[in-house]
T-cell receptor, first 113, second 116 residues
Framework: ELKVEQNPLFLSMQEGKNYTIYCNYS?????LYWYRQDPGKSLESLFV?????AVKQEGRLMASLDTKARLSTLHITAAVHDLSATYFC?????????????FGTGTRLTIIP | ETGVTQSPTHLIKTRGQQVTLRCSSQ?????VSWYQQALGQGPQFIFQ???????GRGNFPPRFSGLQFPNYSSELNVNALELDDSALYLC???????????????FGEGSRLTVL
């Protein structure tokens, strides 16, 4: 059974600081996705990583994938309050693009002014 | 382009009742997946429908069932509701078709079910 673990589960950081969220998964896959969820809201797609070494950047967020280590990171640069949300990574365990994702438990990020 | 829409947004039921949740997929998407998200948890895969057929199921009992219609909209039905069924139910649509696509899911706003 595929397991997806994120750490930390909770992260409180000051504006302007840098930090990294880690996502480990237990089976071979080169399809990993990052989503953002605001309280009471749905999931917003952030990044789609489809190969070993893939790196995507959007604004202050950068995601990378190391399929050999079964690890993805979401790096936050110079955090701002608007980035406060819960971030989920999700893995396609079938690796065939069957769009059946296993999600991590999420990292609740709070940016303090 | 119309995104994924779900209804109702909130509903309250009592134990033993039945509920139907509805989802309209994003234009051009032929695959609909349903996820259950309990409070403070990540979404869990319930099942997926592709071209009106169930195309994979997660670890959920048979009282969770679904349908997909020719226009690719979908329903999730839950019978004999239990307290633990209280959750946000998310519908996601996608292009389907396997390795040729990115596999990205696009989620609706969800239906929040409370079972008393």
């Amino acid at each position: 059974e595929l397991k997806v673990e994120q750490n930390p589960l909770f992260l409180s950081m000051q504006e302007g600081k840098n930090y990294t969220i880690y996502c480990n998964y237990s089976t071979t896959s080169d399809r990993l996705y990052w989503y953002r969820q605001d309280p009471g809201k749905s999931l917003e797609s952030l990044f789609v990583l489809l190969s070993n070494g893939a790196v995507k950047q959007e604004g202050r967020l950068m995601a990378s994938l190391d399929t050999k280590a079964r690890l993805s990171t979401l790096h936050i640069t110079a955090a701002v309050h608007d980035l406060s949300a819960t971030y989920f990574c999700a893995v396609d365990g079938t690796n065939f693009g069957n769009e059946k994702l296993t999600f991590g438990t999420g990292t609740r990020l709070t940016i303090i002014p | 382009e119309t995104g994924v829409t779900q209804s109702p947004t909130h509903l309250i039921k009592t134990r033993g009742q039945q509920v139907t949740l509805r989802c309209s997929s994003q234009s051009g998407h032929n695959t609909v997946s349903w996820y259950q998200q309990a409070l403070g948890q990540g979404p869990q895969f319930i099942f997926q429908y592709y071209r009106e057929e169930e195309n994979g199921r997660g670890n959920f009992p048979p009282r969770f069932s679904g349908l997909q219609f020719p226009n690719y909209s979908s329903e999730l039905n839950v019978n004999a509701l239990e307290l633990d069924d209280s959750a946000l139910y998310l519908c996601a649509s996608s292009l389907g078709g396997g390795t040729g696509n990115t596999g990205e899911l696009f989620f609706g706003e969800g239906s929040r079910l409370t079972v008393l």
